[in-house]
């Protein structure tokens, strides 16, 4: 059974940083694709950055240069560092990943984890 879990989402001032972090179980990340997600409740998801099981990283135009992606491969876990954080950030996070390569569609999701930005 797969299961991942966000975590670190927190009230964070305009302007300020937080690191999300995404913890697995039952997939291994060396070896698969992941992401990070964000929604605005009753919105789609928008895709923040994208990982290949080749480790090859995308970051949406919108957060290219204040967030970054980084993993802990003897933790499992995969984090997103969000920094100058503005209003717009303020979203629910999502950190989906697939076995292997991406095919189109994430095999797995987490439950997310809010991050509110206070200006």
């Known amino acids: 059974q797969v299961q991942l879990v966000e975590s670190g989402g927190g009230l964070v001032q305009a302007g300020g940083s937080l690191r999300l972090s995404c913890a697995a179980s039952g997939i291994m990340f060396t070896s698969s694709s992941v992401a990070w997600y964000r929604q605005v409740p009753g919105k789609q998801r928008d895709m923040v950055v994208t990982v290949t099981n080749t480790a090859l990283t995308r970051y949406a135009d919108s957060v290219k240069g204040r967030f970054t992606f980084s993993r802990d491969s003897a933790k499992n876990t995969v984090y997103l560092q969000l920094n100058s954080v503005t209003p717009d950030d303020t979203v629910v996070y999502y950190c989906?990943?697939?076995?292997?390569?991406?095919?189109?569609?994430?095999?797995?999701w987490g439950q997310g984890t809010q991050v509110p930005v206070s200006s």
């Open positions: 989906p990943a697939s076995s292997g390569a991406f095919g189109g569609r994430w095999g797995y």
